[in-house]
């Protein structure tokens, strides 16, 4: 694609203009984004990074965005953080392929650094429609920069955390990205607050629906 093409597409993503995913379901809407040139990251990716998981889980774990080591393996959450996560997940009883994990972005930003409103905006489309399939009685966002764009806030992680929010209709819980827990210990007591709160919604909304 010559670049007048690609930055016509990058304009597009810009100015919020909708494209339809209406018609995708999970395994086709991981194809789209295979193919995604919406935002410039697509230039320096690996891979893409869709999901992992259960597509008939209920519960969604949603990150930043792929780091190294899953840029190169096209998974999240396999890097270090991704095992502390695994651990996470277990310490309440959950394994991760009863779970749902994907993040904001599904390509890597350089250096692992934060998101764009460009990026995040040309990405949204595809959580929004993960979402729309999943059907997730409830959503944990990993970290500031998955709750702040999930909620569309601006509050900080420490405002947002221990309460209930939506995203539409589904319940959304903050917590702690695991990267945050490997770089400061002390925050692993609040983060298991957090992951027991996890398990007990999760656990209503299900019998709930029974
Ligand atoms: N950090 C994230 O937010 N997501 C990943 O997939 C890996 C690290």
Same mark, same amino acid.
């Given at each position: ?19 339809? $995913? ?6 086709? $809407? ?53 095992? $502390? ?41 595809? $959580? ?15 970290? *500031? ?15 947002? *955390? ?49």
């Amino acid at each position: 694609m010559s670049r007048r093409a690609c930055s016509t597409i990058h304009d597009s993503a810009a100015r919020g203009d909708t494209f339809d $995913l209406s018609g995708e379901d999970l395994d086709s $809407l991981a194809k789209r984004v295979a193919e995604c040139r919406r935002c410039p990251l697509w230039e320096e990716r690996t891979r893409t990074v869709f999901s992992n998981g259960s597509k008939r889980a209920r519960l969604m774990f949603v990150g930043e965005a792929p780091g190294r080591e899953e840029d190169l393996q096209g998974l999240p959450f396999v890097g270090r953080a991704g095992k $502390l996560l695994t651990k996470i997940l277990d310490s309440v009883g959950l394994a991760r392929d009863e779970v749902y994990i994907t993040n904001i972005l599904k390509c890597r930003p350089p250096n692992n650094r934060d998101p764009n409103e460009e990026e995040v905006r040309a990405c949204e489309p595809y $959580l929004a429609r993960q979402i729309e399939l999943l059907k997730p009685v409830l959503i944990c966002a990993l970290g *500031r920069v998955a709750a702040q764009n999930l909620l569309k806030t601006n509050a900080s992680l420490s405002v947002l *955390r221990g309460g209930i929010h939506y995203y539409n209709d589904t319940r959304v819980i903050v917590t702690y990205h695991p990267a945050a827990l490997l770089r400061n210990p002390h925050l692993k007591r609040s983060a298991w607050e957090d992951i027991k709160l996890v398990r007990k919604i999760y656990d209503e909304e299900i019998a709930g629906e029974e």
